[in-house]
């Protein structure tokens, strides 16, 4: 035994060009090649399909309502911007105003004390 | 089709239905399948004549039959892993009339199949390195270390199995 076979050309069944004359018959037989018309009227539904789904999209995104303002967006009225309250919140100086005082629903009378601190001031309800 | 076609496929096969039937043998080890194989080859490029070119036919018809030898081998290692050991018997009974024996045939079979595929090209085929790197998609160099490495491997196992010695 040697590896000489390994090699060696070796004669197909015989027949084989007839089969495949038939094969090829066969073939040609019922292939029918797609028309040329019909490629293009294929990738012309694909794109309207695209197209079609671009503008669907693009609609209902049209059609969805308006998100709310922002906050930033927002303008304070003028009374609330003026008030006193914000006066240090907004970084403006502190405005005076008179004080009042209530006691037993009847407005009660009050005496500023002097203090050494003029951001301090003291008051006493008499 | 018309009748010149046909009468030029019909020539074409008759030219290289030989070399690659034996390329294709060498995959499949089965001369009908083989045979079938390359019937099959030669259709499907038919079917794609549009975009051949003819610098590239000869490269494709072996691309393509090695590529249906492949799939026909691997289906039919499925078909045997299933149905137990049935062909496996049948295969043993015909080993007489077989025309490659046994352990060359499992020489070639131990190789993957990059090496395999070179080594037929080359040696069953007779195909050039170029023509090769085209059908296999490779650089030319890689052809020749592969056929290298393909027939150091072949020898080496033709040795262990006693088929030819060291001195050969």
């Given at each position: 035994m040697n590896a000489d076979n390994l090699f060696k050309q070796l004669e197909p069944p015989p027949g084989g060009a007839e089969r495949f004359t038939r094969r090829l018959d066969e073939a040609a037989a019922s292939a029918s090649p797609a028309p040329r018309w019909r490629t293009f009227a294929l990738a012309g539904a694909a794109c309207a399909a695209v197209a079609l789904i671009v503008v669907v999209v693009?609609?209902?995104?049209?059609?969805?309502?308006?998100?709310?303002?922002?906050?930033?967006?927002?303008?304070?009225?003028?009374?609330?911007?003026?008030?006193?309250?914000f006066d240090r919140l907004l970084g403006r100086p502190a405005q005076f105003t008179e004080l009042t005082v209530s006691r037993n629903e009847q407005s009660a009378a009050v005496v500023e004390v002097e203090t050494a601190n003029a951001k301090v001031r003291i008051y006493q309800i008499e | 089709m018309t009748s010149v076609d046909k009468a030029k496929w019909i020539e074409v096969y008759r030219h290289l239905e030989k070399p690659l039937y034996n390329v294709v043998y060498r995959v499949i080890w089965?001369?009908?399948?083989?045979?079938?194989?390359?019937?099959?080859?030669?259709?499907?490029?038919?079917?794609?004549?549009?975009?051949?070119?003819?610098?590239?036919?000869?490269?494709?018809?072996?691309?393509?039959?090695?590529?249906?030898?492949?799939?026909?081998?691997?289906?039919?290692?499925?078909?045997?892993?299933?149905?137990?050991?049935?062909?496996?018997?049948?295969?043993?009974?015909?080993?007489?009339?077989?025309?490659?024996?046994?352990?060359?045939?499992?020489?070639?079979?131990?190789?993957?199949?990059?090496?395999?595929?070179?080594?037929?090209?080359?040696?069953?085929?007779?195909?050039?390195y170029p023509e090769i790197a085209a059908a296999l998609g490779i650089a030319e160099g890689t052809v020749g270390s592969r056929k290298t490495r393909a027939l150091a491997l072949l020898r080496e196992h033709l040795e262990v199995q006693g088929v030819v010695s060291h001195e050969c």
């Open positions: 693009l609609r209902r995104d049209s059609d969805t309502p308006a998100m709310p303002p922002l906050v930033a967006d927002l303008q304070p009225s003028p009374e609330i911007y003026n008030a006193p309250a | 089965d001369s009908v399948e083989s045979q079938d194989v390359v019937q099959e080859t030669f259709l499907r490029c038919w079917r794609h004549n549009a975009d051949i070119r003819a610098d590239g036919f000869k490269a494709l018809l072996y691309r393509t039959a090695l590529n249906l030898a492949c799939n026909r081998r691997r289906r039919t290692r499925l078909w045997r892993m299933v149905g137990g050991t049935a062909l496996e018997d049948v295969a043993d009974d015909n080993a007489a009339d077989e025309p490659i024996s046994k352990p060359v045939r499992a020489a070639l079979d131990s190789l993957p199949d990059a090496l395999r595929h070179v080594v037929l090209l080359t040696e069953i085929a007779g195909m050039t």
